[in-house]
């Protein structure tokens, strides 16, 4: 594989976050990004700025969605950040950001999640935070239609479907508080939790050969591995750092999972984060609950799975700047560049075979990918 600088895009402060989507006047693709003092910027993928808009009160947004939620064929972009205010935009045809409503929570918000997730053909937005709650809003006035409370606050949460049933949903959540639950789609009635000891920083579940597993880990530097159906922990793997990040792959099937692991070690500023020997890692679990590959000594910011011609890989973002492109099915190394700033964001445009890296240090680097 081949990676060709097409463009870079510098700006004053840090990259946090990076999305596509087409432009309904244009019917092109442009790239949204959010910055850690709030702002929101718009580029064509040219590198040219469209829009830049201060949305927040010079607080970071740390993440947020686009999506047509209320199937009116018109995108909106809900935006969540330090702040706890949950934004939610139109995107105009001249890509004008028009607000519709706003739903305070008491403290930053965690994540956001786009589902029909109660069954009634409307799509709902969850959002958790770190003020304790998880919520599900009506995508047309931001009013709750239910709630939970955690001890702590709620670091992830993922909604699983019933792939024989689609309209037996459930969102699974962990939190700051050492627990994972389960909450019931339509009321969100508590299904089941289980108590760990130290924080759990996310949740996901891999379909193995033992059957549908939740997938956890955090704090305690541990993997778990928890039968859905009987509740009992079946396998657990332990590391040297946090047990951090996790993505379930295909999309469709979730039969395989990758796993990275976390150091802080670069918060000790007496030793150039460049010459950190990092303990921290990537594997790859198979349906066997089986380690298939791993890449060891790399400190992840953000993992990402895009697909060029039949090739699947894997993009990871790493804290000394490397990004490296990975086989999915056997983590052979297909490319690897490595910048100065800590990596933020990846995202992978098709069309224009367009992989856009955002950066630390306020950077963004398109390449151009030749696939061999």
Partial sequence: MQLKKKWTFDYKESILRAKLSACAKEQTKKLFISTKSGKI???????????????????PIWNFEISDINKNGKQELILGGLDGLLRV????PELILKPLWAHQFGSSISGIRINDINNDDNLEIIAYSLDKTLRVLDNNSGNLIWGQIFKDGIEDAKIWTDKRVKSTKEIIACGNDGTIRIFENVNGNLLWFKQFSDKVRFIDYINSNKGLLIVCGGDDNQLHFIDKVSHNEIKTMEFDDYVWKSLSFPTLINENILISTYSFDYMDQS?????????????????????????????????????????????????QGELIIIDEKNGTIKSNIVHTSSINDIIYEPKTQLLIISHEDGSIIAYFIEDS
């Fill in 41 to 59: 910027l718009i580029l064509d993928l040219n590198s040219k700025l469209v829009i830049e808009e201060q949305i927040t009160e010079y607080s």
């Fill in 89 to 92: 935009f139109q995107i105009t």
């Fill in 271 to 319: 030793i150039p984060i460049q010459d950190i020997n990092f303990t921290s890692k990537l594997i790859c679990i198979n349906k066997n609950i089986e380690i298939e590959w791993e890449l060891n000594n790399k400190n992840i910011e953000v993992i990402y799975r895009f697909q060029t011609g039949k090739q699947n890989n894997i993009a990871i973002g790493t804290t």
